[in-house]
């Protein structure tokens, strides 16, 4: 299928590693071009060492000012058609292990930053009338994940203000939707193995063997398998869909609108 993607211009966050490389990896196997933000520079080399033609990139924290700034200017010189909101989650733990200090950066590390990007990238799409805003977040805004407390009760607030700006600006070109996934082969799963472990007193690979042996499907989700709902939800194609929260999660959500 041609998503037609070649030669748009979408910003990725998270891009050194997990969903978000895999998702500029595939945006540039598209032919699309990426500006890739992380802060580990040697996986932004590498993915650019891959695709020298499509990727560029910025080393930094997408949820400070400083970086965020640098992406709108590379924004407006290139006519942007999408972004990938997407970065680290909060730490692990239940409701008695976190601090209010803990709640008030989950805030910011989960919820606030990325409603700042989206307001400085708005009138850059409403001004061009298409614009493609794709946030990644966690089969948590579905059903609380077991020790992850701040995701659990943060990210339900990005899809509720992505499901609000969705049905304003629909009419003017720009979709904006939620991903959600569940398990998955990246990095940042083995923040909960390594707490199901401590938890249990049993062994980092017994945690994992526990958390695939939940999953209806019988293992982890692919990190490139991901990518090809995130590459169809950031195409022309995906006209008609906005406003919505899409699991991947290899049946996990119990619920009937899972």
Not at 97 to 115: C, F, G, L, N, P
Not at 203 to 225: C, T, W
Request: hydrophobic share 40%; charged share 20%.
């Amino acid at each position: 299928m041609d998503f037609q993607l070649k030669d748009k211009y979408f910003i990725i966050g998270g891009a050194g590693d997990g969903f978000g490389r895999a998702i500029a990896a595939a945006l540039a196997s598209e032919g699309a071009l990426v500006l890739a933000v992380s802060r580990t520079e040697k996986k932004l080399e590498e993915l650019k060492r891959n695709f020298p033609d499509q990727i560029e990139y910025i080393s930094g924290d997408i949820s400070t000012d400083e970086v965020q700034q640098k992406i709108i200017e590379k924004a407006k010189r290139h006519s942007v058609s999408g972004v990938v909101i997407n970065a680290g989650g909060p730490p692990a733990g239940g409701y008695t292990e976190i601090s209010m200090q803990q709640w008030d950066e989950a805030w910011q590390q989960v919820v606030r930053w990325k409603i700042n990007l989206i307001n400085q990238l708005m009138p850059l799409f409403i001004k061009k009338h298409y614009g493609r805003i794709l946030c990644i977040e966690s089969v948590s805004v579905k059903q609380p994940v077991e020790n992850l407390i701040l995701s659990n009760a943060m990210r339900p607030a990005v899809v509720g203000f992505a499901k609000s700006v969705a049905a304003e600006v629909a009419s003017k070109g720009v979709t904006i939707n939620v991903l959600a996934p569940g398990f998955h082969e990246t990095g940042a799963i083995a923040r909960l193995f390594t707490k199901k472990s401590e938890l249990k007193h049993i062994s980092v690979e017994e945690a994992r063997l526990e958390f695939e042996s939940e999953i209806p499907v019988g293992a982890m989700g692919k990190p490139e398998e991901f990518a090809t709902i995130a590459l169809w939800l950031l195409s022309p194609l995906s006209r008609y869909v906005t406003g919505q929260t899409i699991t991947h999660d290899g049946g996990s959500v119990k619920g009937i609108f899972g």
